[in-house]
C-alpha cells in the first residue's frame, strides 16, 4: 500500500482554481510506481520522461487523458517519490481525479506541505522554503526576481558564510578556554579581534540588503488624508495612471476607502484614498471611516492634503488628531496650476501650517506637475535605494534574526580579555540567531563541528 501512517501519500490540485488549459495534480509520497501503475491501467512511467496516458477510474473507464510525470526519490522537489497527473484544467475533472488519488491511498496535501517536505528532507533549507511563497506572492517583477534568487540560495548562502566564520571564532576562543594562562598571546596570534571585526562588516552588509529586500517583499503604505475637495481622489488617480476613484466636485464623494496597488521602481507601493476621518452620524459612511481609521493605523506615509489658502480648518485639525503621533506625513499642496506657483519640495515646513509633517510637496495631481518629485520622496521615506544584485527578498524575521546577531556580536566586541566565557556566549547567541534563518541550527550539529576539527591529538 502507498499508504502508510509514517510517510503518508500526500496529493492536491498544484493548479490555480478555476478553468484553464491544464490542470495538475502532484502527488508525493514513498514508492509511488504502483500508484502510477493503478492509475494508468499497468504502465510503468520512467523517472522524467513524460508518459501520454488515460487516467483511470476503479473500473477502468478514463477519467481524462493527459501526461503523467514520475521523479524517483530522492531526485524530486519534495525528495520523495513524486507523480504529477496533467490532464485537462476543468475544476470536475480535477475533482475527478484527486477523488481517484484519495482512493488508492493518498490524503489531501496540507497548505505548504509538499514544501515542508522538502525542508525536512533536506531539498530546501527554511530561508529557501520561504522563498517558494515569496515567489509565489510577489506582487512586483522585482520582487520575484529576489524571490528566485533566495530560491535558489543566494541569501542562505551568505547565512552560511556567516555562521561558518562565526564557528571559526568561537572554536578559538572555546579551545582557549581549555588554556588560560595562554589565553591571551593565543587569541592575539589568531587575530581573533579582527575577525570579530570582519564579522560584524559581514553582518552589517547582509542586513542592509536584507533591509532592502524586505521593503521589496512587504513594499509601503501609503494612505491619503485631508479635508473634502482638496484632492485625494485625484492624486490616487494621478499616481495609478488611471481612474480608480471617483472625482466629483460634490464634497464628500469618495465614501468608501479606495485602495491601489502601484509600482514605484520595483516597490510595490499601496496607496489607500481615505474616506475622511471624522465624526459622522451616516451609517455607510462610518464603514468607510472605520475602513480608514485602520488604513490609517497600517501606514507607512501619511500624505497630508492641504489647501494652503484655508490652512488648517477643523476637518484637518480633526484627522491630523486622528494619526499615529509617529506615522511620517508629508504635507501636499495640491492644485498648483490654480495658484500659478511652481512644483517643489521643501524640508521644512515653515509659516503657518503645522501639520507635523517635516516636509511640504507642491504639485498638481491635474497637470502632473511634482508627481515625479512626490514618488521619489516616498521611495526616499523607507530608505529604498534601488534594484541591485546582492539584494535578497528578506522577511521581517529575517531581519530579527540578523538584528539579534548584531547585538551579540556589539557585545562580544566589548568584552575585555578577561571575558572570554561571555565572548564565547555572545559568539554561540549570535551563532543561534543568524541560524534561525536557515533553520539548520541544533546544539549537537554544532559540537559535531568543533568535535570533528579539534580533537585530534589533543
Ligand atoms: P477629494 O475629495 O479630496 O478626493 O478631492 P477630488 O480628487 O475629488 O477633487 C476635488 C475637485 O478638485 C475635483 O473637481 C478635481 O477635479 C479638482 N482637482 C483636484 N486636483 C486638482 C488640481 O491639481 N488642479 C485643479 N485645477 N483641480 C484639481
Ligand atoms: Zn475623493
New binding site residues.
Given amino acids: 500500500s502507498t499508504n502508510t501512517s509514517k510517510s503518508p501519500t500526500i496529493a492536491a490540485i498544484a493548479t490555480a482554481t478555476g478553468r484553464g488549459g491544464v490542470g495538475v495534480i502532484r502527488i508525493s509520497g514513498k514508492d509511488l510506481l504502483p500508484f502510477a501503475q493503478q492509475i494508468t491501467g499497468g504502465k510503468t512511467p520512467k523517472p522524467r520522461t513524460a508518459l501520454y496516458t488515460d487516467f483511470l477510474d476503479q473500473n477502468g473507464n478514463a477519467i481524462d487523458n493527459g501526461l503523467l510525470l514520475y521523479f524517483a526519490a530522492p531526485a524530486s522537489f519534495t525528495g520523495e517519490d513524486v507523480i504529477e497527473l496533467q490532464g485537462h484544467g476543468g475544476q470536475i475533472v480535477l475533482q475527478m481525479l484527486l477523488q481517484r488519488c484519495l482512493e488508492l491511498g493518498a490524503r489531501i496535501a496540507e497548505a505548504g506541505e509538499f514544501t515542508k517536505r522538502a525542508f525536512l528532507n533536506n531539498k530546501l533549507d527554511l530561508a529557501q522554503a520561504e522563498s517558494v511563497a515569496d515567489l509565489i506572492d510577489a506582487s512586483s517583477q522585482s520582487a520575484a526576481r529576489m524571490a528566485v534568487r533566495s530560491l535558489k540560495g543566494a541569501f542562505s548562502q551568505h547565512i552560511h558564510s556567516l555562521v561558518e566564520d562565526l564557528i571559526t571564532l568561537r572554536m578559538l576562543v572555546e579551545a582557549t578556554l581549555d588554556f588560560p594562562e595562554e589565553e591571551i598571546d593565543f587569541l592575539e596570534e589568531a587575530d581573533a579581534k579582527g575577525k570579530l571585526a570582519r564579522l560584524q562588516v559581514q553582518l552589517s552588509t547582509v542586513l542592509q540588503q536584507a533591509g532592502q529586500g524586505a521593503i521589496l517583499r512587504e513594499g509601503m503604505n501609503v494612505v491619503l488624508v ?1 479635508a ?7 492624486l490616487l488617480n494621478a499616481l495609478a495612471g488611471d481612474d480608480v476613484a471617483i ?3 460634490i ?1 464628500g ?2 465614501r468608501d476607502t479606495v485602495r491601489e496597488q502601484i509600482t514605484l521602481d520595483g516597490v510595490p507601493i499601496h496607496i489607500t ?1 481615505t474616506a475622511g476621518l471624522r465624526q459622522t452620524d451616516d451609517v455607510v459612511e462610518k464603514i468607510g471611516i472605520e475602513r480608514s481609521e485602520k488604513a490609517v493605523q497600517n501606514a507607512d506615509v501619511a500624505l497630508v ?1 492641504i489647501d494652503p489658502d484655508e490652512g488648517l480648518n477643523d476637518t484637518t485639525h480633526e484627522i491630523l488628531f486622528r494619526l499615529p503621533e509617529n506615522l511620517k506625513r508629508i504635507e501636499i499642496h ?2 498648483i ?2 495658484r500659478g506657483e511652481q512644483a517643489g519640495l521643501q524640508n521644512e515646513v515653515s509659516g503657518s501650517l503645522k501639520s507635523g509633517a517635516d516636509m511640504l510637496i507642491k504639485l ?3 497637470t502632473g506637475e511634482g508627481l515625479d518629485l512626490l514618488k521619489q520622496t516616498l521611495l526616499d521615506a523607507i530608505g529604498w535605494q534601488g534594484e541591485s544584485e546582492g539584494l535578497f527578498l528578506a522577511r521581517t524575521r529575517h531581519i530579527h534574526a540578523l538584528q539579534a546577531a548584531q547585538v551579540e556580536l556589539e557585545n562580544a566586541a566589548l568584552c575585555g580579555n578577561n571575558q572570554l566565557e561571555l565572548l564565547a556566549e555572545h559568539l554561540r547567541l549570535a551563532q543561534v540567531a543568524c541560524s534561525e534563518i536557515t533553520g539548520e541550527f541544533t546544539a549537537d550539529d554544532l559540537l559535531g563541528v568543533i568535535f570533528s576539527r579539534f580533537c585530534i591529538g589533543k
Fill in positions: 485631508g473634502p475637495n482638496v484632492g485625494k481622489s485625484s472625482v466629483t466636485d464634497a464623494t469618495t484614498d492634503l495640491n492644485k496650476d490654480l498638481s495631481a491635474k
